[in-house]
């Protein structure tokens, strides 16, 4: 194996192997910890739609395939936002370390409970 581009995270201080385009990675970190980072840095069209509940993020989308099969979702915002949706996306459940950056922002209103995907089920 090819060690030259073995990198500790500064974020997890995990080792990891870069070998993905430089722009994936953010401050250095691996990619786990990068993918998460992206997430404090969303283009201008997410904000106010990354909804955090119990640790797991999602995003709601403008997507045409709609995220949980259009499951309808009505979510209520601590900043008093109610919304309804049929779009959520679910990206994964936040690791401990980013839980005091991304902190939960809103609750679910009485829908089923999202589920969780396991880490390989993430649909995109
Ligand atoms: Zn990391």
């Not at 395939?65 to 099969?69: D, P, S």
């Given at each position: 194996m090819n060690r030259d581009n073995t990198e500790i995270c500064p974020c997890c201080n995990s080792e990891y192997i870069k070998d993905l385009p430089a722009d994936a990675y953010f401050y250095d970190c691996c990619e786990d910890c990068s993918f998460w980072i992206e997430k404090l840095y969303l283009p201008e069209q997410y904000q106010n739609k990354q909804v955090i509940v119990n640790g797991i993020h999602y995003l709601i989308s403008n997507s045409s395939?709609?995220?949980?099969?259009g499951a309808k979702f009505k979510i209520k915002f601590f900043d008093g936002r109610v919304i309804k949706t049929s779009n959520l996306w679910q990206q994964g459940r936040i690791p401990q370390h980013f839980r005091s950056i991304l902190k939960d922002n809103a609750v679910f209103i009485k829908t089923r409970v999202a589920p969780t995907y396991a880490y390989d089920d993430i649909p995109f």
């Open positions: 395939i709609k995220g949980y099969a």
